[in-house]
């Protein structure tokens, strides 16, 4: 098992460009973005994994069977989960790479290069560290 966050990489690239930031808040998102599994207890996440049945969805726990509800996570993780959370429309590689260029300052060149090299609308979290360390 191996925990992973991104939060500290985010962290790295110093402060988002404020279109970016805007679009994170109004998805409700923005506290996820500072959130560290790695500075978990992981022998507690360990213990609970290993007690998780797949078959009910719950953990099974010596006091008897726990399930995580919606209202713990948004209680936990202070999400709203009441209506629509997001709906993605489909990006063609030349919108991605207009957004690229716009939001985080990218020439059209760097933007289009990484998408060619991840076969379509995506870009590598490293790609966005070269980047940010290069200016």
């Given at each position: 098992m191996k925990l992973s966050s991104h939060?500290?990489?985010?962290?790295?690239?110093g402060r988002p460009v404020a279109e970016i930031e805007g679009l994170v808040s109004t998805t409700g998102l923005r506290s996820l973005v500072a959130c560290s599994l790695d500075t978990g207890d992981r022998g507690l996440i360990f213990a609970f994994?290993?007690?998780w049945h797949k078959k009910t969805s719950s953990f099974h726990l010596l006091v008897g069977e726990v399930t995580i509800t919606l209202d713990d996570v948004a209680s936990l993780l202070h999400l709203s989960i009441i209506g629509a959370f997001h709906s993605f429309n489909t990006l063609h590689v030349d919108e991605a790479v207009l957004l690229l260029v716009e939001l985080l300052k990218v020439t059209g060149d760097e933007a289009r290069a990484e998408a060619v090299q991840c076969h379509g609308a995506y870009v590598r979290l490293s790609w966005l560290q070269e980047i940010y360390?290069?200016?």
């Open positions: 939060g500290r990489k985010v962290q790295k690239f994994v290993e007690s360390h290069s200016k």
